[in-house]
């Protein structure tokens, strides 16, 4: 049985950093990418980073130079280094593993609070 386990979420104030952590258990397949998305009070989801087993990088442009995504492949962790936080990066954070061919697995979410 496959498990997420998200933590390091919080409340900081602007210009404030945190670092998510995502621990993945049961894991029997091979992984395409593992990620974080976001969803704010009434939107939805989107993504906010992922990283590729090869190390490939995608960020969407609104934490482009902010955040940092990283991956311990031999651990199935996956860490999102939140710098310089704004007011709008409030939201549920929400790990996500993809494997290869079949459906991703989704993390429970961690609150992530940005204060002005």
């Known amino acids: 049985q496959v498990q997420l386990v998200e933590s390091g979420g919080g409340l900081v104030q602007a210009g404030g950093s945190l670092r998510l952590s995502c621990a993945a258990s049961g894991i029997t397949f091979r992984i395409d990418d593992m990620g974080w998305f976001r969803q704010a009070p009434g939107k939805q989801r989107e993504l906010v980073a992922t990283?590729?087993?090869?190390?490939?990088?995608n960020y969407a442009d609104s934490v482009k130079g902010r955040f940092t995504i990283s991956r311990a492949n031999a651990k199935n962790t996956v860490y999102l280094q939140m710098n310089s936080l704004k007011p709008e990066d409030t939201a549920i954070y929400y790990c996500?593993?993809?494997?290869?061919?079949?459906?991703?697995?989704w993390g429970q979410g961690t609150q992530v609070t940005g204060s002005s």
């Open positions: 996500r593993v993809k494997p290869t061919i079949w459906s991703p697995y």
């Open positions: 990283i590729t087993s090869g190390g490939g990088l």
